[in-house]
Structure formats: C-alpha cells, structure tokens
Nanobody
Framework: VQLQAFGGGLVHPGGSLRLSCAPS????????MGWYRQAPGKQRELVAV???????NYGDSVKGRFTISRDNAKNTVYLQMNSLKAEDTAVYYC?????????????????WGQGTQVTVSS
C-alpha cells in the first residue's frame, strides 16, 4: 500500500493550493493522517495532522493559514494552503498509520507518500 499525493505546484506569494492524499488501494482502517514538509537543507517538520480521534495539530508556522480536513469515506486527507509565503516552499509528504489485509492477515503500516513539490515564488 502506498500513499498518493496530488496538488503541488508553483504559486505566487499570497496564493493558495490544495493538496490531497489517499492510499493506493483499499485499507481497513486509517488512524492519524497528515502532512510533513522538508525544505532544502532543513529537517522534515510537521505541517498538520488529523488524529483518529478527530483532533487536529498544526505546525506553528502554518497556523491560521493552512487547514487540514479528512474524508473518512474516501480515506482521503486534504491540506488547504492559503496566504502562501516563499518560506512554505518545500516537498510536502503525506503520512498515515493504517491497517490493511494481505492474504487475510492484518498488517499495520506507517506509510509515507512520495512527496509533492510546492514552490512559492514571484
């Protein structure tokens, strides 16, 4: 099972983008699901996460500008990014804790997507 992320691209400062992420196949359960990012020369950092209990956590640098949402029926998580800044430029990675079945055997997996580039530049 892989996570597939979509929606990255090039946007001007002040603009908006929406990222989405979902597993590549049906899974039994997804617990927490969210986004991290990594800029060149920097460590990977939390952007936003939606927990299995319905709570949301955001990195300090994106609070008030980014919004995470989740469609449980589609096992999809979204990241609405508004008021984008140059410092938001990074590769954004989707991640999820999930359980799926392989030959009737439950498998617990912490999965990461391949990353999608977000570039904020004039």
């Amino acid at each position: 099972v892989q996570l597939q992320a979509f929606g990255g691209g090039l946007v001007h400062p002040g603009g908006s983008l929406r990222l989405s992420c979902a597993p590549s196949r049906s899974v039994s359960r997804i617990d927490d699901m969210g986004w991290y990012r990594q800029a060149p020369g920097k460590q990977r950092e939390l952007v936003a996460v939606w927990t299995s209990g319905g709570a949301t956590n955001y990195g300090d640098s994106v609070k008030g500008r980014f919004t995470i949402s989740r469609d449980n029926a589609k096992n999809t998580v979204y990241l609405q990014m508004n008021s984008l800044k140059a410092e938001d430029t990074a590769v954004y990675y989707c991640t999820a804790n999930m359980i799926y079945y392989e030959n009737d055997v439950p498998v617990a997996l912490r999965a990461w997507g391949q990353g999608t580039q977000v570039t904020v530049s004039s």
